[in-house]
T-cell receptor, first 113, second 109 residues
Framework: DSGVTQTPKHLITATGQRVTLRCSPR?????VYWYQQSLDQGLQFLIQ???????AKGNILERFSAQQFPDLHSELNLSSLELGDSALYFCASSVGTDTDTQYFGPGTRLTVL | EDQVTQSPEALRLQEGESSSLNCSYTVSGLRGLFWYRQDPGKGPEFLFTLYSAGEEKEKERLKATLTKKESFLHITAPKPEDSATYLC??????????FGTGTRLTVIP
């Protein structure tokens, strides 16, 4: 158990809908990262927050957004969902930024029908 | 363009048969190289971090090494419970953790 929690574990929704994924980092970690993992593409970095501020951005679509709250939990919002958004979404956390090791949560499996 | 390539894509070993997994990279300003293990449907589990060429880290049957162009994950006398996908990731100068697509290891009893 990495200490990173994610809810929900599974989510099934329809195209065009909007969903919110939630992540609680390990105690003491200030950075939260979001990743998408699909069968054909491997782990893709989406976005990083550090102590409430956006720190780095990867291949995140404009339909997706994230935020980190004062209690350091983070939410990833996915809107206007498409079939291709079906994937595992992982959250990771680290103490700070840069070279700190990232610890991953168990993931949320999103299925868009 | 930053690139991480892992080989082989899949590897089947008999229990006790040692082997190595390769991670070659082309990135601008490597700041660290990470190895993770991932079981199906679960989050990646951290194994090692390597920061500079020549560095080695060991944990049980696993040993990771780093050169200027690649990293190896050596598995000595593997057991069935070592079956998993092993992911390599590099931290680039732009502060992104860039993952390879992994090597799927199966250890047969």
């Amino acid at each position: 158990d990495s200490g990173v929690t994610q809810t929900p574990k599974h989510l099934i929704t329809a195209t065009g809908q909007r969903v919110t994924l939630r992540c609680s980092p390990r105690s003491g970690d200030l950075s939260v990262y979001w990743y998408q993992q699909s069968l054909d593409q491997g782990l893709q970095f989406l976005i990083q927050y550090y102590n409430g501020e956006e720190r780095a951005k990867g291949n995140i679509l404009e339909r997706f957004s994230a935020q980190q709250f004062p209690d350091l939990h983070s939410e990833l919002n996915l809107s206007s969902l498409e079939l291709g958004d079906s994937a595992l979404y992982f959250c990771a956390s680290s103490v700070g930024t840069d070279t700190d090791t990232q610890y991953f949560g168990p993931g949320t499996r999103l299925t868009v029908l | 363009e930053d690139q991480v390539t892992q080989s082989p894509e899949a590897l089947r070993l008999q229990e006790g048969e040692s082997s190595s997994l390769n991670c070659s990279y082309t990135v601008s300003g490597l700041r660290g190289l990470f190895w993770y293990r991932q079981d199906p449907g679960k989050g990646p589990e951290f194994l090692f971090t390597l920061y500079s060429a020549g560095e080695e880290k060991e944990k049980e049957r696993l040993k990771a090494t780093l050169t200027k162009k690649e990293s190896f994950l050596h598995i000595t006398a593997p057991k069935p419970e070592d079956s998993a996908t092993y992911l390599c990731a590099v931290l680039t100068g732009a502060n992104n953790l860039f993952f390879g697509t992994g090597t799927r290891l199966t250890v047969i009893p």
